[in-house]
């Protein structure tokens, strides 16, 4: 990925770097920074690779410069779920294929939706809203409707299960399949087999209940989505390669020998976390902890209650750090005690009062999900030319030039 890697890192050559924004700017309110760059670059790769088509879901990261970097990398279609996500992408990419996933949605989201913004795609888990849909849109095949069953799939092993939310039951699901058909131009089947899920068997476990659930239905189906949860590494975790994960995803697809059916994915994190980071500056250290200006009710949520480590490093502009490094728990700047990151955060045994911290890997349910609790929403937003402070495991070379094209092709 040399040759990549060298165009992103030189692309666009105007933007800094955060080391020198540091020692310009002197911060002393969190600095969320963005790398259009490696989205684009994240998001080619997918394309490249994903033996289907990529849709982008847009709740994992909504800032304006993230979606045109993924439609950089050649994404054209956009999983949303709300009203809002649905006017933004359409604002900002007028071309864009908007589909409408979440399985519960207001009624005056589906008209907006269907009537004022080109969707076509609405997904469902429940008889009540295949009805909702229909009376919203007044819509049927003939309009060309598409309609996606959402499958609930067993608890798995990803980090975040969603097995509890939505999603209806086999059986449930074959019957709504069965309702569905008639009212569909494009009959979908979709399921999600929770964030970040380490284990590309996964899919192939989903996919074999997907097919039991076609098989029991009889009916034709379009498309087969096989959602999110594509895993990117943190400190201590390496997930396999994404490769991986498409080559296992297409060996069970092509076992179900559905004659036509298309097969797309929702990828969210894989896409752009490495695309963002927040440096953050210390305010105190008390021994082992250090009070810092952003913590759970800004970018750094998940370093909180669900316990996710993130990389991070030290920026001190005006000298030199100890070689010698230790273990820090950070705290937010809010009074809720709920506000603590236990990391655990590796850091120069010196650091002090005036230093800075960025912490990586966040573009991906990062900054989407900060608050103004307690005051504390003054952050800045920069776009910078850094590499992701933790690469993903390569797809491989083969591959390159397949990046390549489809970075042309996007251009
Ligand atoms: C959140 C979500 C995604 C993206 O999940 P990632 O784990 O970020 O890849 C895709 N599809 C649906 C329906 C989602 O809710």
Redesign the pocket.
Known sequence: MDLLRARAAGAPPSLPAVDALVAVARPEEPMHCLRPAAITEAAAGFVAGFPGET?Y?V??NPEPAVLRAVWAGGVRHF?C?SAGEVALVRSLLPEAAIHF??PVKARSAIREAWQRQGVRDF?LDTPEELAKIGAETGAGAAEGLGLFV?LALPKGV?R?D?SGK?GAEPEAAAALLRAARPRAARLGL?F?V????LDPLAWRRALALAGAVIRAAGVAVDVIDV????PVAYPGVTPPPLGAFFAEIEAAFEALALPGAALWA??????VAGGGSVVVQVQQRRDGALYVNDGVYGMLSDAGAPGFVFPCRLIRPDGPAAAEQEDFVLFGPTCDSADRMAGPFRLPADIREGDWIEIGQLG??GACLRTAFNGFDRARMVEVRDRPMLEATEIGLAEEALVEETLAEAA
């Open positions: 849709l879901a709740k994992c999983d779920a996933m979440h997904v959402r990803a975040y969603l939505f979709c999600h929770g964030s970040q899920c959602g999110g949860g594509f929702e990828p969210g994190r894989a896409l991906a349910y």
